[in-house]
């Protein structure tokens, strides 16, 4: 019986063996081969047959700068009953595009953006409504670590120089695309905690300036701490949701709570304080609670005293509810 033998694969003009469309090799070079990125501006029927270039980094590219830039003065132009430049009268955002197509054919913005496999989108675009959306952010997006250049020490608590200050001793920073990073000031922290848990509200919910919206607990004691913008919740920090302890340690930089959306920014930097008015803050608020210890313990504290320090001892002295109702301002 002759034995089967199996074809040989094809010779290369060197005389190497060619390898075979459907062998594993193959397979292996080509999940390497990386294939050319489509821009995301030809979503929504926009017809630019573009590849991306910029890796998806949109904010480097001039064709988005100039697409985005038409777009917000044809928004603009139809909000005031204009007409709009383009004939058609087509707005160049992304997502009125994308709305252009069938409920079916219409592509998640995550999609649309190279983050996800492709999936359709349910929500009509209101990404703040989609369950989805709100796992991706909390799960995958990561931001940049913004330390402050200059940081005060005042009596011991930290005040850094260019961030916004409620008077309820939360913190704002003011970031790119109209979010705004919010967190606790390093006077709370220390007043009342370390904290067990740190609860910040889930993303696509509204918060509202000095209403509360952070909750703190420590042991059995609890208390809310007052938003210092309004706007809708886009970013938690899930380091600081695993262990508040990070706060404390580092709560101007890697110790932030949550990024907001605001579109009324403006108006509630009006109630905030900043530069020197946030250092007069802190130091009314320091003898303050220098003059609750003296009042609870009968002992005088020297003016210049690190009331950092005195303040984890005498803490129990003064009580929970206390401090919350005088520095908290919370009713």
């Known amino acids: 019986m002759k034995k089967k033998t199996s074809p040989k694969a094809p010779q290369k003009p060197n005389g190497k063996a060619a390898s075979h469309p459907d062998t594993p090799q193959a397979d292996t070079i080509s999940s390497h081969i990386e294939r050319p990125q489509s821009c995301v501006w030809n979503q929504g029927r926009l017809n630019l047959r573009k590849l991306c270039d910029k890796n998806r980094q949109c904010s480097e590219c001039p064709l988005d700068r100039a697409l985005s830039e038409s777009a917000e003065k044809t928004s603009a132009a139809r ?16 997502r009125e595009r994308l709305q ?3 409920k079916g054919e219409r592509p998640c913005l995550l999609y649309a953006n190279g ?11 209101e990404c703040v409504f989609c369950e989805f959306d709100r796992y991706f952010s909390e799960q995958h997006q990561v931001h940049a670590v913004v330390r402050p250049l200059d940081v005060l020490n005042i009596r011991g608590f930290r005040l850094p120089q260019g961030y916004y200050f409620h008077m309820g001793h939360a913190w704002a920073r003011i970031e790119q695309k109209g979010e705004v990073c919010v967190g606790l000031d390093d006077f709370a922290l220390n007043m009342l905690g370390p904290f067990d848990h740190i609860e910040a509200p889930l993303i696509g919910n509204t918060i509202q300036q000095g209403q509360a919206a952070i909750s703190i607990r420590r042991g059995p004691h609890s208390a809310s701490i007052m938003s210092p913008v309004s706007g809708v919740v886009a970013t938690i920090n899930l380091s600081v949701k695993e262990n508040a302890a990070l706060a404390g340690e580092d709560p101007y930089a890697r110790g932030w709570i949550l990024r907001v959306r605001t579109d009324n920014l403006r108006q509630d930097l009006k109630s905030l304080l900043i530069g020197s008015e946030a250092v007069k803050l802190l130091e009314e608020e320091i003898e303050r609670l220098q003059k609750e210890i003296e009042m609870a313990t009968g002992v005088s504290t020297p003016p210049d005293t690190n009331m950092r320090d005195v303040i984890a001892n005498q803490r129990p002295s003064i009580g929970w509810e206390t401090l919350v109702r005088l520095f908290l301002k919370t009713t």
């Open 115 to 125: 983050l996800i496999d492709y999936k359709i989108c349910c929500k009509d675009y």
């Open 79 to 94: 909000r005031q009953g204009k007409i709009p430049p383009a004939s058609d009268g087509r707005i160049a955002f992304t």
């Open 100 to 102: 252009l197509l069938p």
